[in-house]
């Protein structure tokens, strides 16, 4: 006995799952971001300071 098959039908769900350590990582990002923001704005402060220094000294 033959058996044709004229069409085929496949279904199929993707999900997007976002791995348990994520907010974690998150996290770290964000003190990262703190921190670097911390250290620009001390630098940026320490130049201003500079260069009021060197205006009053001329």
């Not at 199929?12 to 799952?17: K, N, W």
């Amino acid at each position: 006995m033959t058996i044709e098959v004229r069409q085929m039908v496949i279904r199929s769900s993707v999900e997007t799952r976002r791995p348990s350590s994520q907010p974690l990582d998150e996290q770290r990002a964000a003190a990262t971001m703190e921190r670097l923001k911390g250290e620009i704005l001390t630098e940026c402060k320490e130049w201003l300071r500079e260069r009021l220094q060197e205006g009053r000294e001329r």
